[in-house]
């Protein structure tokens, strides 16, 4: 599976769009885009994937590029609640989940 | 709807015991895997079981070993514990082994050895 890159943390302000990056440069054509997001002490919570068209869901949307070696997750109103580390995963076929370390988003009031 | 259970939420064990921590998954899920994340770090990967088979395993030694039972329900056991195993043992259950199924994951249980 592709290795991910996200940087390790990011600020946002309460009421603001929260936009967080992921390259993803080694994607294979049949690996899809995967986000997680790990609130303290508690488990990982999908958000959201893609394979190649942009998605959208009640908790974020997703932008992936036309080449695919990167994509954005967008939390359009970020509240407090939002704050979390969040998790870019690359994967195809019936490989488990990998996590890397991921995105430490802290929302600020 | 209840998601995924997991117990006991918090563990304390002496070095050298076995533990074992139970899952029951979301109800429509048929597949249990199981991760370990110590602090600060990534949930890592530590096997899959589907049909009551070991279906993948990631890079853990034989003393951990599991079961699913055949209401999905899944045991993690884990022996001869090192100080190295204390970390927070997270459960996932998904429909199927296939990548298009988003999984769901318990709280986890909380394990420190002493």
């Known amino acids: 599976d592709a290795k991910t890159t996200q940087p390790p943390s990011m600020d946002c302000a309460e009421g603001r769009a929260a936009n967080l990056p992921c390259n993803h440069s080694t994607i294979s054509g049949n690996e899809y885009v995967y986000w997680y997001r790990q609130i303290h002490s508690q488990g990982p919570q999908y958000i959201i994937h893609g394979l190649k068209n942009n998605e959208t869901n009640e908790m974020a949307s997703l932008i992936i590029t036309e080449d695919r070696k990167s994509s954005t997750l967008i939390l359009p109103h970020a509240t407090l609640r939002d704050t979390a580390v969040y998790y870019c995963?690359?994967?195809?076929?019936?490989?488990?989940?990998?996590f890397g370390k991921g995105t430490r988003l802290s929302v600020i009031a | 709807d209840a998601g995924v259970t997991q117990s006991p939420t918090h563990l304390i064990k002496t070095r050298g015991q076995q533990v074992t921590l139970r899952c029951s998954p979301k109800s429509g899920h048929d597949t249990v895997s199981w991760y370990q994340q110590a602090l600060g770090q990534g949930p890592q990967f530590i096997f899959q079981y589907y049909e009551e088979e070991e279906r993948q395993r990631g890079n853990f030694p034989d003393r951990f070993s599991g079961h699913q039972f055949p209401n999905y329900s899944s045991e993690l056991n884990v022996n001869a514990l090192l100080l190295g195993d204390s970390a927070l043992y997270l459960c996932?259950?998904?429909?199927?082994?296939?990548?298009?199924?988003?999984?769901?994951f318990g709280s986890g249980t909380r394990l420190t050895v002493v």
């Open positions: 995963i690359a994967l195809s076929g019936n490989t488990p989940l990998v």
């Open positions: 996932a259950s998904s429909l199927g082994t296939g990548v298009h199924m988003g999984y769901t």
